[in-house]
T-cell receptor, first 113, second 114 residues
Framework: DVKVTQSSRYLVKRTGEKVFLECVQDMDHENMFWYRQDPGLGLRLIYFSYDVKMKEKGDIPEGYSVSREKKERFSLILESASTNQTSMYLC????????????FGDGTRLSIL | AQKVTQAQTEISVVEKEDVTLDCVYETRDTTYYLFWYKQPPSGELVFLIRRNSFDEQNEISGRYSWNFQKSTSSFNFTITASQVVDSAVYFCALVDNAGNMLTFGGGTRLMVKP
């Protein structure tokens, strides 16, 4: 079974802080994704990575950056956290293109005070 | 651009009732894949099914069944004899054959009451 592990289930930070959300997968998947989930909006893609050191912007990249130094690890960075970034963040990984399903972590509920 | 619409934001049923979750999609691609995911209160999205655009056969898995109709761009999900453990948010999603990015619907929250 694919295991996608997010470092924290709950996180509370202050406005202006630099925040790191970490995600690790154990199945050697090429592709990794970061989403945020807000009520009524479903999941919206922030960034994804199709290989080490490669990244692509998703639908809502503003205010975020990512890092993929190793294949198994994909980090989401909030450079200067703001209250409108309070949300549930979900990481996923996927093998290959198109038809393969994405496998998700448990999510990190982030609150910015 | 691709779009997935789940018009029902919330459904409440009593245990043992059948319930259908609607999903309508838009895409210009001829080859694409549709997915359903379940998100229980624990938070993790669980993959339920994948369907490709060339296979319109309905699929049944236990109490779950899926109806894919290309003519109406719909991929509806039915739970027969619902149970309390079915309570979750359900997402429908779409990806084209070459793509990596899933387009999700807004989700339907299903509440099954005992």
């Amino acid at each position: 079974d694919v295991k996608v592990t997010q470092s924290s289930r709950y996180l509370v930070k202050r406005t202006g802080e630099k925040v790191f959300l970490e995600c690790v997968q154990d199945m050697d998947h090429e592709n990794m994704f970061w989403y945020r989930q807000d009520p009524g909006l479903g999941l919206r893609l922030i960034y994804f990575s199709y290989d080490v050191k490669m990244k692509e912007k998703g639908d809502i990249p503003e205010g975020y950056s990512v890092s993929r130094e190793k294949k198994e690890r994909f980090s989401l960075i909030l450079e200067s956290a703001s209250t409108n970034q309070t949300s549930m963040y979900l990481c996923a990984s996927k093998l290959g293109q198109g038809r393969q399903p994405q496998h998700f972590g448990d999510g990190t509920r982030l609150s910015i005070l | 651009a691709q779009k997935v619409t789940q018009a029902q934001t919330e459904i409440s049923v009593v245990e043992k009732e059948d319930v259908t979750l609607d999903c309508v999609y838009e895409t210009r691609d001829t080859t694409y894949y549709l997915f359903w995911y379940k998100q229980p209160p624990s938070g993790e999205l669980v993959f339920l099914i994948r369907r490709n655009s060339f296979d319109e056969q309905n699929e049944i898995s236990g109490r779950y069944s899926w109806n894919f109709q290309k003519s109406t761009s719909s991929f509806n999900f039915t739970i027969t004899a619902s149970q309390v453990v079915d309570s979750a948010v359900y997402f429908c999603a779409l990806v084209d054959n070459a793509g990596n990015m899933l387009t999700f619907g807004g989700g339907t929250r299903l509440m099954v009451k005992p």
